[in-house]
């Protein structure tokens, strides 16, 4: 199985920040990559899709990059109502993995 | 608009078998698009369990194969898991999602998900 390894676990950070996510696979999975905003008490809400794409709706302050292993999430501007947990899900391979997610708070 | 919904027992005893189903509504799933399962134990990360298409066809997570399988009922517009001999480690929160992805894992629409404590 592939895994993925998210870093950090946990951040705090104020608004207007800017965040960074990291999601590294344990082998290339090329850009097969989502990423997910899940808020407590929700289902989980797909903002990114194949690595850098953005979902329709989601606002343009989130955004993804990268390829093969190493993959980036950023928030360029925190807002109070992206307090939630992060987290990334490849698609390369069967079974589908996922992250063990980064819980993002207000500083 | 699309909504998904799970629903089932929130308590399963030890070696029997879970079964949960999540009913589409807003869409026909004869129409198109795959059907997948995934849980949450508490405090770990998400797992995918399996997806299965419109026509019934299935696949799962290795991991569980063994005791999984996934159908569509297009009469109820429903989809359904079963879980065979559980035990505490299938403790979590279930969800069903549509997978809009032809290769599989683009889950782009969730259902709110529920609970399932597996204890006697």
């Known amino acids: 199985d592939i895994q993925l390894t998210q870093s950090p676990s946990s951040l705090s950070a104020s608004v207007g920040d800017r965040v960074t996510i990291t999601c590294q696979a344990s082998q290339g999975i090329g850009k097969f990559l989502n990423w997910y905003q899940q808020k407590p008490g929700k289902a989980p809400k797909l903002l990114i899709y194949d690595a850098s794409s953005l979902e329709t709706g989601v606002p343009s302050r989130f955004s993804g990059s990268g390829s093969g292993s190493d993959f980036t999430f950023t928030i360029s501007s925190l807002q109070p109502e992206d307090i939630a947990t992060y987290f990334c899900q490849q698609y390369d391979n069967v079974p589908w993995t996922f992250g063990q997610g980064t819980k993002v708070e207000i500083k | 608009q699309m909504h998904l919904q799970e629903s089932g027992p929130g308590l399963v005893r030890p070696s029997e078998t879970l079964s949960l189903t999540c009913n589409v509504s807003?869409?026909?799933?004869?129409?198109?698009?795959?059907w997948g399962w995934i849980r949450q134990p508490p405090g770990k990360e998400l797992e995918w369990i399996g997806t299965v298409s419109r026509g019934g066809s299935a696949y799962y997570n290795p991991s569980l194969e063994s005791r999984v399988t996934i159908s569509v009922d297009p009469s109820k517009n429903q989809f359904s898991l079963k879980l065979s001999s559980v035990t505490a480690a299938d403790t979590a929160l279930y969800y069903c999602?549509?997978?809009?992805?032809?290769?599989?894992?683009?889950?782009?629409?969730w259902g709110q998900g529920t609970m399932v404590i597996v204890s006697s």
């Open positions: 807003g869409y026909s799933i004869t129409s198109g698009y795959f």
């Open positions: 999602a549509r997978d809009y992805l032809t290769n599989g894992g683009g889950f782009d629409i």
